[in-house]
């Protein structure tokens, strides 16, 4: 009976806003435990590179509320140039994995670039893989299993998402892949 009214009266000022405040790290810390996917970032030996601008009129990213909107990321190499051409003709599965992956590291630049932290991220809401292929491909999801893989390896848990894996029959500059990501955050 004496946890029970302890227990009453903490939530009766934590209801209140009576409760003794945290630092905002602290209530991170408490909320994720070992959650650091900038760590996970380092361990993978992935460095996320700067992030391009817009090429047309649109941005990379719109938060609204605790939704943040990444704009279509392609396979960008170190160097500027995108991996091309259509999986099916050009690029062996592998390689459209390898371009899809690729992919997740723009996207999680332009993320970055968002929110200063990608310890902010509480869930990969939903992901949208195009991929340039030929009309008879079939395997576009192990194309896209290149962004989704790193995603959670990444984010763990909350990496896992809702997803589609679409071919098409051309993509701006003739890029293999582009993919577009619904994210939720603090």
Same mark, same amino acid.
């Given at each position: ?41 380092? !361990? ?6 700067? *992030?391009?601008?817009?090429?047309? /009129?649109? *941005? /990379? ?60 991220? =509480?869930?990969?809401? =939903? ?16 194309? *896209? /299993? ?31 892949? !582009?993919? !577009? ?6």
């Amino acid at each position: 009976m004496k946890y029970l009214f302890i227990s009453l009266i903490a939530l009766f000022m934590v209801a209140c806003g009576d409760a003794p405040k945290m630092e905002n790290t602290e209530v991170v810390k408490a909320q994720t435990g070992d959650y650091d996917p900038e760590a996970k970032l380092a !361990e993978l030996g992935i460095t996320l590179p700067d *992030v391009s601008p817009p090429v047309a /009129n649109y *941005v /990379n990213t719109v938060r609204t509320g605790n939704l943040v909107f990444i704009s279509g990321k392609g396979p960008q190499k170190d160097d500027g140039t995108y991996i091309e051409g259509k999986v099916g003709a050009d690029l062996t599965i592998e390689e459209g994995y390898a371009a899809a992956r690729l992919t997740a590291v723009q996207s999680l630049a332009a993320l970055k670039a968002e929110l200063g932290n990608l310890n902010k991220v =509480k869930r990969v809401v =939903k992901v949208l893989g195009m991929v340039n292929a030929v009309p008879d491909f079939r395997d576009q999801p192990k194309v *896209v /299993n290149g962004y989704s893989d790193l995603m959670v390896e990444v984010f763990g848990d909350r990496g896992k998402h809702a997803r589609s894996a679409v071919g098409m029959g051309s993509l701006p500059s003739n890029i293999a892949i !582009e993919v !577009e990501v619904i994210i939720e955050v603090e």
